[in-house]
């Protein structure tokens, strides 16, 4: 039977990576992919990392309530689209949904049988360098997604998992006993 595990943390955390390790050993999972208004990122690209929309795609799609969960961030607006979920999860993928702590808690309201996994930093000094070491952002970026982890952390609170990331490869063992042991 097919599991929809929901992933998450603050920005600048790992969980991409974390991911993208934990899949390259599972291939019988799946990625879900968000829609996103933000601008592409070098080497990213349409339908693979992100749905990328305008305002006004995306403006429509909330109007419909056609998005599991939905959020605006500096200014871009993330979301989850229901019918890509629920279609893979009826063709019998494991699907991996990786969003932010407040998402993560509106997909278990409408779905309680997801399992929500929260990646956590070794310590916060760790989580601004990473931050800083992207080279991505803006200081007035960085300081509001550093004003975030406070929320984020007290939504962690009431996730199934917590899986500190220390090293990628410890993060992606955790993982795998959590999944593999439910």
Same mark, same amino acid.
């Given at each position: 039977?097919?599991?929809? *595990?929901?992933?998450?943390?603050?920005?600048?955390?790992?969980?991409?990576?974390?991911?993208?390790?934990?899949?390259?050993?599972?291939?019988?999972?799946?990625?879900?992919?968000?829609?996103?208004?933000?601008?592409?990122?070098?080497?990213?690209?349409?339908?693979?990392?992100?749905?990328?929309?305008?305002?006004?795609?995306?403006?429509?799609?909330?109007?419909?309530?056609?998005?599991?969960?939905?959020?605006?961030?500096?200014?871009?607006? *993330?979301?989850?689209?229901?019918?890509?979920?629920?279609?893979?999860?009826?063709?019998?993928?494991?699907?991996?949904?990786?969003?932010?702590?407040?998402?993560?808690?509106?997909?278990?309201?409408?779905?309680?049988?997801?399992?929500? &996994?929260?990646?956590?930093?070794?310590?916060?000094?760790?989580?601004?360098?990473?931050?800083?070491?992207?080279?991505?952002?803006?200081?007035?970026? &960085?300081?509001?997604?550093?004003?975030? &982890?406070?929320?984020? &952390?007290?939504?962690?609170?009431?996730?199934? *998992?917590?899986?500190?990331?220390?090293?990628?490869?410890?993060?992606?063992?955790?993982?795998?006993?959590?999944?593999?042991?439910?």
């Amino acid at each position: 039977m097919s599991k929809l *595990y929901v992933i998450s943390g603050s920005s600048g955390v790992g969980k991409g990576t974390v991911i993208n390790n934990f899949l390259s050993k599972h291939p019988d999972f799946k990625l879900s992919i968000s829609c996103t208004t933000r601008n592409k990122r070098d080497g990213e690209v349409h339908g693979i990392n992100y749905f990328f929309l305008t305002k006004e795609e995306f403006k429509t799609c909330i109007d419909n309530n056609e998005f599991l969960e939905w959020a605006e961030f500096s200014g871009n607006f *993330y979301g989850t689209k229901r019918e890509f979920v629920e279609s893979c999860l009826k063709q019998g993928n494991n699907l991996i949904l990786e969003i932010d702590t407040k998402g993560a808690l509106n997909v278990k309201k409408l779905m309680p049988e997801a399992s929500l &996994i929260f990646i956590a930093p070794p310590s916060l000094e760790e989580l601004e360098a990473r931050l800083r070491g992207r080279h991505t952002e803006s200081e007035e970026a &960085i300081q509001k997604r550093l004003a975030s &982890i406070k929320l984020e &952390i007290e939504n962690s609170k009431q996730f199934d *998992y917590k899986v500190i990331n220390d090293t990628v490869e410890n993060a992606v063992s955790r993982i795998e006993e959590i999944i593999f042991n439910e």
